[in-house]
C-alpha cells in the first residue's frame, strides 16, 4: 500500500525486534489477557517461504497477544491461556474447548455450523428447524446492535437474547445433526 517492500523474514525480524522493545511490558500482555473477564482467541494459517505456520491471535479489549506457531494444535491455547480465568469467545476449534474456561461460541461460527448442518445431504428436519430459528435470531440481533447504544436496553436486550439461546441449549433433540449444532 505505501510502496515499501518487506520480505517475510524482514517481517518477522521486525515483530521478534517489537518484542525485545516492549520487553516485560510483552508478557505483561498474557498477564492481562489471562486475568480479563473477556477473552478472544482466533487462529490462522500464515505461510511463509513456502512453509505453513499458524498465527494466533489472543485479545482483550485493552491487549492483543500474536504469536506465530509452528502447530495448531491445542498446545498453544493451552500455554498461551494457562492459569487464565473468565470467559473465552472462540470458534468451533477444538483446541479450545477443553480449556477450563466459561466458553462462549462465536454466533457467527454458530449460525454457519446451523447453516452447513442444514444443507448437507440427508439433513434432519431439527436440524432444518433450529437452522431457522437460529437465522432469525441472527437476523434480529443484528438490527439490534445497529440502534444506538442505551446500556438499560442493551441489558434487556442481552437478558432476552440470553433466554432464547438458552432453550436451544437445553433442547432435547432426537438427531445428531442438530446436537452437533447445539453443542
Known sequence: QYGIALSAGGIVGITKRAREFFGKRYDDLLIEIRGAP???ADET???MDGLLYWCWIF???KSVYYTIEESRGKRVPEKILKDAIGILVRDGYAAYLKLPLIQQACFAHLYRKARDAKERKGASEEAKKL?????QLYGILAEDIKRPFVKKEREELFEAYKKDLEKISVRAYQTEDARRVQT
Request: proline share 0%; charged share 30%; hydrophobic share 35%.
Open 38 to 40: 473477556v477473552k478472544h
Open 45 to 47: 494459517t500464515w505461510g
Open 59 to 61: 485479545l482483550t479489549e
Open 131 to 135: 437452522f431457522q430459528e437460529i437465522k
